[in-house]
């Protein structure tokens, strides 16, 4: 969202008791947003920083922007005086009797395991737990989908070291975006890692340490020790009707109301609080 945008924001000559649950992108936008709209607002944050999942960009360095990003939606957080409560799940039992009018709700989207057989054979990860955990992994990596996520985390566990393999059904066009630029990076550094792409596989079947799947009619198998699935995400949806009952108005915004990427997240939080 072009920050212009919050240069324009008139106050409200009714001031309101506002309550945002989440501190990702779109929730700090809303927060943000309804303090300059005169409101007094209260952010709450389960976890213990801001950021929601732009803080995988922290150990990424070709996410810099989305870094510079999320740093300046902190720093304009607290310049505009949000109580930022972390460590704080925002449960309807907490959020009773608290005299909210406006609940905004921006908890975000979770990250789903895709229908793959023997999955529950397996203790997979899911992409943005292995940003920070690198070494926890093991030195040869099943990557399992091909969106944008599953090749940037694809990319980066190669990039520290490890021996990756990227299995997709399809054959996405990240697969081909910026590889010339990794590869070099890989040639240059002494890390050792690698990255095998492999598209449009059919039947893949996990087991215990290794997966097995069919490609152009030919059926191959591949070791690993971790698997990383990349099964998309789904929006974070709970206690919605209980919450609704401990205020005035209330609204579903960001990722929790829809998925998608930053820029739509944060335009439709403004687009809420202005209309607090």
Request: net charge negative.
């Amino acid at each position: 969202m072009d920050p212009n945008f919050l240069n324009h924001v008139k106050k409200d000559p009714q001031p309101k008791k506002v309550a945002v649950i989440g501190g990702g992108p779109a929730g700090m936008t809303a927060a943000i947003t309804a303090v300059r709209r005169g409101h007094a607002v209260t952010l709450y944050e389960a976890s213990g920083a801001l950021g929601g999942q732009l803080r995988h960009s922290e150990f990424v360095d070709f996410k810099w922007p989305l870094l510079d990003y999320m740093n300046y939606l902190i720093a304009q957080t607290e310049k505009a005086g949000v109580e930022v409560r972390l460590h704080t799940p925002a449960k309807p039992e907490r959020m009773e009797g608290e005299g909210y009018d406006v609940i905004l709700y921006a908890a975000g989207a979770a990250e789903k395991l895709p229908p793959v057989e023997g999955i529950e054979t397996v203790k997979p990860w899911k992409p943005m737990e292995v940003f920070g955990r690198e070494t926890e992994l093991g030195e040869r990596v099943l990557v399992i989908g091909g969106s944008e996520t599953g090749v940037e985390t694809a990319w980066h566990l190669a990039l520290c070291g490890h021996q990756v393999t990227e299995l997709s059904r399809r054959m996405p066009e990240c697969f081909f975006k910026d590889a010339d630029r990794y590869q070099e990076r890989l040639a240059k550094q002494e890390g050792g890692g690698s990255l095998e792409q492999i598209p449009k596989v059919k039947d893949i079947r996990l087991s215990e340490g290794q997966v097995s799947f069919t490609v152009k009619k030919e059926e191959k198998t591949v070791l690993f020790d971790d698997v990383v699935v990349c099964g998309g995400v789904s929006p974070v949806r709970e206690d919605l009707e209980a919450l609704s009952r401990c205020c005035i108005w209330f609204r579903v915004i960001g990722d929790s109301f829809r998925p998608g990427d930053v820029r739509t997240g944060v335009k439709d939080a403004y687009a809420a609080a202005m209309l607090i």
